[in-house]
């Protein structure tokens, strides 16, 4: 079982950055594929990047691509989500989520077991 933890949310003007951090207790972090989900007002939750258990293999949504990468840190049991050129419509609540390790990422959530509580993005000037 793993536990997530989100931090690093806040306001930021247009085309700033972020990074946010998603920090898992347990000892089998390194077997689990891991991912970013954000879920805006009145809006479905959306697949942000996913990250395979090794690091290896990375994907992205189509409206973060170029812009958001992601990275983890098995020893740290951590990982980040590194948000670039930031724009208004990426104002959303921020969620990491864990799944045992498959040789896919899966972009569903519904296909994620563990959540973390969430961390709120805001883009404004």
């Not at 954000?38 to 973060?64: C, L, M």
């Not at 569903?108 to 973390?116: F, K, L, M, Q, V």
């Not at 969430?118 to 883009?123: A, K, L, M, N, P």
Request: include cysteine; glycine fraction near 12%; proline fraction near 3%.
């Amino acid at each position: 079982q793993v536990q997530l933890v989100e931090s690093g949310g806040g306001l930021v003007q247009p085309g700033g950055s972020l990074r946010l951090s998603c920090a898992a207790s347990g000892r089998t972090f390194g077997y689990y594929n891991i991912a970013w989900f954000r879920q805006a007002p009145g809006k479905e939750r959306e697949f942000v990047a996913g990250i395979n258990w090794s690091g290896s293999h990375t994907n992205y949504g189509d409206s973060v691509k170029g812009r958001f990468t992601i990275s983890r840190d098995n020893a740290k049991r951590t990982m980040d989500l590194q948000m670039n050129s930031l724009k208004p419509e990426d104002t959303a609540i921020y969620y990491c989520a864990a799944r045992p390790y498959t040789t896919t990422i899966y972009y569903n959530a519904r296909d994620y077991t563990y959540w973390g509580q969430g961390t709120q993005v805001t883009v404004s000037s």
